[in-house]
């Protein structure tokens, strides 16, 4: 969903980036080694839709709610941010392991945003599961 959320916005004639958390997480990384933490960070807070997925599905590092919360300070009634998870968001704080960054992180994304419930199957497994429409001819 997130993905054709992007194309959608990409064909509007927006910047786009989409990332899944842990690969986001790294490129930050990189970058600091690099010494151009400081540009990398300029343009993930200026893209006009960043799309972060999947977090929750890899391990994180220890700067991560830290990592994340900087983005979306800098994000935080600027531009457009999509975060998607198969955790619940009560569950952020311990997976993240550092419930008072995540606090602020969360109201920052809850102030102006929404959350969208897919239910506990995934999208992929019920679509799997569903009978395909009989083929016209």
């Known amino acids: 969903m997130a993905q054709a959320i992007g194309k959608a916005v990409i064909g509007q004639g927006y910047r786009v ?16 080694l690099d010494g151009k933490r400081k540009e990398h960070m300029e343009l ?4 006009p839709l960043l799309i972060i997925d999947d977090l929750g599905m890899r391990k ?11 983005i979306v300070m ?18 952020w704080g311990k997976l993240l ?3 008072a960054a995540v606090t602020a992180m969360l109201d920052r994304l ?28």
């Open 17 to 32: 980036i989409y990332r899944e958390a842990h690969i986001l997480l790294e490129e930050i990384a990189d970058a600091a």
């Open 44 to 47: 993930l807070a200026t893209v």
């Open 60 to 70: 994180l590092g220890p700067t991560a709610a830290e990592e994340l919360l900087e």
């Open 74 to 91: 800098r994000r935080y009634e600027r531009a457009s941010t999509l975060v998607t998870s198969n955790r619940p968001i009560d569950d």
């Open 97 to 99: 392991g550092d419930t």
């Open 110 to 137: 809850l102030h102006h945003g929404h959350i969208l419930k897919s239910g506990p199957r995934s999208w992929r497994t019920r679509l799997q599961a569903e009978p395909s429409a009989p083929e016209k001819q």
